[in-house]
């Protein structure tokens, strides 16, 4: 059961913290019900950067409500269009809405494409402050390190019990 555990521990973040990081990636919960079914409340949505030329009709994105501002929604783009100025613009919707938002999704708003998604993970984000989480990643991490050296000194223990060489196994079989 220990095992099991631990392994779901890692499991977990290496999905919500590892993954991400090494892959350029920005995890988000997923707190209204806008894109259910494929994005249903609690899931963690992982974002990586893209620029907006690449982004194809039928992507998910997250995008900042006002450019420089913490707020970010994830929608599916449904079009595009350009402005007199040449900027792109894309056209969103949450898939459980009947409407297009509002507004369109400047360049400067994108903060990229959903990578992937993991569905109740974001609960956890949502119940936990930032501080938190990584409190709980540093405590999960040194608690691997902890067991791992754990498991290195009794190997090491028993390694140093055993008789090695000739000599040894002479003197284990002359005790036997």
């Known amino acids: 059961?220990?095992?099991?555990?631990?392994?779901v521990g890692v499991a977990l973040v290496v999905v919500a913290v590892l993954l991400p990081r090494a892959g350029?990636?920005?995890?988000?919960?997923?707190?209204?019900?806008?894109?259910?079914?494929?994005?249903?409340?609690?899931?963690?949505a992982v974002t990586r950067p893209v620029h907006v030329d690449d982004v194809q009709v039928g992507d998910v994105i997250t995008y900042q409500l006002v450019s420089g501002e913490p707020t970010v929604v994830t929608h599916r783009v449904v079009g595009s269009r350009r402005t007199p100025a040449g900027e792109r613009e894309l056209?969103?919707?949450?898939?459980?809405n009947p409407t297009l938002d509002r507004d369109p999704v400047k360049g400067v708003q994108l903060r990229g494409r959903v990578w992937y998604a993991v569905p109740h993970l974001g609960r956890m984000?949502?119940?936990?402050s930032v501080d938190q989480r990584r409190l709980g990643v540093y405590g999960l991490g040194g608690g691997l390190?902890?067991?791992?050296?754990?498991?290195?000194?009794?190997?090491?223990?028993d390694h140093r019990s055993r008789p090695h060489?000739?000599?040894?196994?002479?003197?284990?079989?002359?005790?036997?």
């Open 145 to 157: 390190a902890l067991y791992a050296l754990a498991m290195l000194a009794s190997a090491l223990r």
């Open 24 to 44: 350029g990636g920005t995890p988000d919960a997923v707190l209204t019900g806008s894109m259910t079914p494929t994005l249903p409340v609690g899931t963690l």
């Open 91 to 96: 056209l969103t919707k949450g898939d459980a």
């Open 125 to 128: 984000t949502g119940l936990l």
């Open 165 to 176: 060489g000739r000599a040894g196994r002479r003197a284990a079989d002359v005790a036997a």
């Open 1 to 7: 059961m220990g095992w099991v555990v631990l392994l």
